[in-house]
């Protein structure tokens, strides 16, 4: 059985550029987890979504972070325009389908922000 | 809100010793999750266990077993027989479960060094 896929696995851009991470979770499952990882803040969580429904984005840094789940099986995180106190490893993790409270993880992205 | 603290930034010990990481918590809650995640090199993170608080009995996965202490709120791992493969970052969290799904709470890890 296929994970969570993240795409793209590294990103590089320039302050200013809008940048999309990709999530696809794993079938079935119906819940929906966006994580950032820094060294200075360890793992916080950006935004979760329950069936599609975004419930709780209180992680979200900012108005230039939006995050959508337009289907069961698609989710992105985008930053417009994005900053170099953005580079970080994000995750997308999901969960449901049987064991409800096991998140399962993607690999992450990595972005920088040059 | 609910916090987790693990006091430990780095701990090194010898291939085949027994380890424990150690891992606080602060949460008014009564339902809820404790779980260690271990993350290699690679970045990818995996669940090494899980505890759910109601139960008394700690949890046990092969080499990996738990000191779950509800009272002291404290939530230990124990590695024992460790091998070189388990050098990683180590990640306590706390999952709230009064209220169907919710996100996780990470410490800020553990990096384990097993030497040979």
């Known amino acids: 059985d296929a994970g969570v896929i993240q795409s793209p696995r590294h990103e590089v851009t320039e302050m200013g550029q809008e940048v999309t991470l990709r999530c696809k979770p794993i079938?079935?499952?119906?819940?929906l987890f966006w994580y950032r990882q820094t060294m200075m803040r360890g793992l916080e969580l950006l935004i979760y979504?329950?069936?599609?429904?975004?419930?709780?984005d209180s992680g979200m840094p900012e108005d230039r972070f939006s995050a959508k789940m337009p289907n069961a099986s698609f989710s992105t995180l985008k930053i417009q325009p994005s900053e170099p106190r953005d580079s970080a490893v994000y995750f997308c993790?999901?969960?449901?389908?049987?064991?409800?409270?096991?998140?399962?993880f993607g690999p992450g992205t990595r972005l920088t922000v040059t | 809100a609910q916090t987790v603290t693990q006091s430990q930034p780095e701990m090194s010990v010898q291939e085949a010793e027994t380890v424990t990481l150690s891992c606080t918590y602060d949460?008014?809650?009564?339902?809820?999750?404790l779980f260690w995640y271990k993350q290699p090199p690679s970045r990818q993170m995996i669940l090494v266990i899980r505890?759910?608080?109601?139960?008394?009995q700690n949890a046990t996965e092969n080499r990996f077993s738990v000191n779950f202490q509800k009272a002291a709120k404290s939530f230990s791992l124990k590695i024992s027989d460790s091998q070189l493969g388990d050098t990683a970052m180590y990640f306590c969290?706390?999952?709230?479960?009064?209220?169907?799904?919710?996100?996780?709470?990470f410490g800020k890890g553990t990096h384990l060094i097993i030497q040979p």
């Open positions: 993790a999901s969960s449901g389908a049987g064991v409800v409270y096991e998140q399962y």
């Open positions: 079938s079935g499952h119906n819940s």
């Open positions: 979504f329950n069936n599609n429904v975004p419930i709780d």
């Open positions: 949460t008014s809650e009564s339902n809820y999750y």
């Open positions: 505890q759910e608080a109601y139960k008394q």
């Open positions: 969290a706390f999952l709230y479960s009064g209220g169907g799904a919710d996100g996780l709470t």
